[in-house]
């Protein structure tokens, strides 16, 4: 682990949140003239996940930021003409196209490793890159199916082919039909320019915490590190040359970095209120999320129903830089059900109203249903609040 860093800011704890709110795109006007591909590049990653309630994560990112974007638009900005290509980044994440070549390192480290105890036949990885070759782009579905028609971790030979062929970069995910991955050949899908293994993984790793750095605006060893699924270690060796700068915040009681230009200028401007999926990159991180906003929040859909608090996906509200409760939505014909919404305190009655009649009007609704409020006596308050915003 590397020593201290001298600090050259010290910033207040109320500074520091202001900064990671602008870097993530909500204070501020938004830069709805670079939409969503903007939006991908600004934080350069957007994780997906399967789980779709009022829609999926990836679709959730950029409506947090821009607002109402069509949503028949949001795909077709992350795949058409070849800006994203889809790999292992703090998840399963999109990733600008522009960044291929960054994430090498992590290529040669999967192919220098096995994986999955998956054995296969002799020839069955060259058969599925000569199919691709010859018929182009295929789900593993048309590539001979996904499964053993056992469970759904019992992938076929030709799904372990395939997707040993993605974390190698012989094979690109290029897009996601009916939330099947679409691969096709790196050489055809990789603009040629950006087709290159030969950064070194030193290069590779400086770049991607220089990007995380500046997506998070600020952040602690772990917050930066964590953006990109980098180890510690990893961070330490390259932060000296990332451009990053060292930096005290008040009240987090351990080393920080910020990018420069997010300390130029003072962090003002309007801020955005929404509901925010779990999976975006304000908060995905748990421990920064509590240090920056006093906020804890827990993914409860893998929980069992009867030890559930908040709900199945409960969704934090986001409003005048503060994370002010949450609720758990659904969708129920043309009605948007918040099923529980818990507010932390009763200035987010107005805000979580205005989040919930938006946010039903992007997906659709035309109604919204509050069934159950925490704590009771603000409950009255929120359907008032509701009707009022529908009008």
Request: a neutral charge; proline letters at 6%.
């Amino acid at each position: 682990m590397t020593s201290a860093p001298t600090p050259e800011a010290e910033l207040s704890a109320a500074d520091a949140r202001r900064i990671a709110l602008r870097a993530q795109g909500f204070l501020g006007a938004p830069d709805r003239r670079g939409g969503v591909r903007g939006v991908l590049r600004h934080l350069g990653a957007v994780q997906l996940d399967t789980i779709s309630v009022l829609a999926r994560s990836h679709e959730l990112i950029p409506y947090a930021r821009l607002g109402a974007v069509g949503r028949s638009s949001v795909e077709d900005a992350y795949w058409t003409e070849t800006h994203a290509f889809e790999y292992w980044s703090h998840a399963a994440c999109i990733l600008p196209i522009e960044e291929w070549p960054h994430f090498a390192f992590r290529r040669r480290a999967y192919r220098n490793r096995p994986h999955w105890n998956h054995q296969l036949t002799d020839g069955a990885y060259e058969q599925v890159i000569k199919q691709l070759r010859t018929e182009g782009p295929l789900t593993a579905t048309e590539l001979g199916g996904a499964k053993n028609k056992g469970e759904w971790w019992d992938w076929s030979e030709s799904k372990v082919a395939v997707e040993r062929a993605l974390m190698y970069g012989e094979v690109v995910c290029t897009e996601r039909r009916s939330w099947k991955r679409v691969y096709d050949l790196a050489e055809r899908a990789v603009p040629q320019e950006l087709l290159h293994d030969d950064l070194d993984d030193r290069e590779c790793r400086r770049r991607l915490v220089r990007l995380a750095g500046e997506a998070l605006g600020i952040g602690t060893r772990s917050d930066i590190a964590d953006y990109h699924r980098l180890k510690n270690e990893e961070f330490d060796e390259v932060v000296e040359d990332s451009g990053l700068v060292p930096v005290t915040v008040e009240g987090w009681g351990k080393p920080a970095w910020a990018d420069p230009a997010a300390l130029a200028t003072p962090a003002r401007g309007r801020h955005r209120t929404t509901l925010l999926s779990p999976f975006d990159s304000l908060i995905w991180e748990r421990p920064r999320t509590e240090r920056i906003f006093g906020f804890t929040h827990r993914l409860e859909a893998y929980v069992p129903k009867p030890k559930r608090v908040y709900g199945y996906f409960a969704m934090p509200l986001l409003a005048g830089g503060e994370l002010l409760g949450r609720v758990d939505p659904a969708r129920e014909g043309s009605t948007l059900v918040a099923r529980h919404a818990s507010l932390d305190t009763p200035k987010a009655v107005e805000p979580m109203a205005k989040a919930l009649v938006e946010a039903a009007g992007w997906v659709g609704c035309t109604n919204v249903r509050v069934e159950r409020v925490t704590p009771a006596e603000l409950g009255p308050r929120l359907t008032a609040a509701v009707a009022a915003e529908l009008g």
